[in-house]
């Protein structure tokens, strides 16, 4: 009898998450149908989810009509730098509060999560002034990149990771008499490699779909990124929705290439942050 029960339960389950897989995947297929067809088909109120006749004008006149390519250029320049910065400080914070101990360790640690329970949104104004009106930095590169330089949620997630590391190869390094920096390049790096992979897929990807902030700091054409181009990608007189799916596809593809490629460290992502400290 119980066997039964599990056996329905496990059917409903799978039920549902195929079901919820395709409500998901739908919006997704219909950009990628939207960027091969007539725009007026795109626009339709009744739209053809299997397209009588395939084009690919809508990509022609996207890249014809907008800086694409330096879109494109912006966000992997930006996401690169951000992803690097975070690597880089993030690990060097993770290694200190999981493996160094010095006094206010823990006070240090528990404000600084304590910055992650105040929204985004409350501190944008004072940092768009902060950018723009003191050091004068609006519309760069600078600007972009400077906050999330460091996010306080990838430190968490090295520290907890890097608290699971054994402690006893750091002790024998320093009877070697190598330097704290000596011992976190040679020794926590290396064995820290499936976290840091972790974090550098889910910054490189949060970098890539920003939005609001590039949006915020950027004024010229030049300075957007590919999500933000997109937004602009308006017309007073109409709207060419096959080329803005076309674009939107271009900016989700790399994404959709990176996670399957690298799917399983995302699932590692989810577990890093739960082992305990």
């Known amino acids: 009898m119980k066997s039964t029960q599990k056996r329905t339960l496990l059917v409903v389950a799978s039920i549902l998450l195929v079901a919820w897989a395709l409500v998901t995947i739908i919006p997704m297929y219909w950009m990628l149908v939207g960027s091969v067809q007539d725009t007026t088909m795109s626009a339709s109120f009744k739209p053809q989810m299997i397209p009588e006749q395939l084009s690919l004008s809508p990509y022609e006149r996207f890249f014809a009509k907008t800086d694409a390519w330096r879109w494109l250029y912006n966000s992997l320049l930006i996401s690169v730098i951000l992803t690097v910065t975070n690597v880089f400080f993030a690990s060097l914070a993770g290694y200190a509060f999981a493996k160094l101990k010095f006094p206010g360790s823990q006070a240090v640690f528990w404000v600084l999560l304590g910055t992650m329970m105040i929204p985004a949104q409350v501190t944008l104004i004072p940092l768009y002034i902060l950018m723009v009106n003191v050091f004068d930095l609006g519309d760069t590169y600078t600007a972009i990149i400077l906050p999330a330089a460091v996010s306080v949620g990838n430190i968490f997630l090295?520290?907890?990771?890097?608290?699971?590391?054994?402690?006893?190869?750091?002790?024998?390094?320093?009877?070697?008499?190598?330097?704290?920096?000596?011992?976190?390049?040679?020794?926590?790096?290396?064995?820290?490699?499936?976290?840091?992979?972790?974090?550098?897929?889910?910054?490189?990807?949060?970098?890539?779909?920003?939005?609001?902030?590039?949006?915020?700091?950027?004024?010229?054409?030049?300075?957007?990124?590919?999500?933000?181009?997109?937004?602009?990608?308006?017309?007073?007189?109409?709207?060419?929705?096959?080329?803005?799916?076309?674009?939107?596809?271009?900016?989700?593809?790399?994404?959709?290439?990176?996670?399957?490629s690298l799917q399983r460290y995302f699932l590692q992502g989810i577990t890093i942050g739960a082992v305990k400290g």
Do not use: Y
């Not at 002790?171 to 020794?187: L, M, N, P, T, Y």
């Not at 992979?197 to 970098?207: E, P």
């Not at 308006?234 to 989700?252: K, L, N, P, Q, R």
């Open 158 to 260: 090295m520290k907890q990771f890097m608290s699971t590391l054994p402690t006893s190869l750091i002790h024998a390094a320093r009877i070697d008499a190598c330097s704290e920096f000596g011992i976190f390049w040679k020794v926590i790096l290396p064995m820290a490699k499936p976290g840091i992979a972790v974090l550098a897929i889910f910054t490189f990807v949060a970098s890539w779909n920003e939005f609001f902030w590039p949006f915020l700091i950027t004024n010229s054409n030049e300075m957007r990124t590919i999500q933000v181009g997109l937004a602009s990608f308006v017309f007073a007189e109409s709207t060419d929705f096959g080329a803005m799916m076309a674009g939107a596809t271009i900016g989700a593809l790399p994404m959709i290439i990176l996670f399957f």
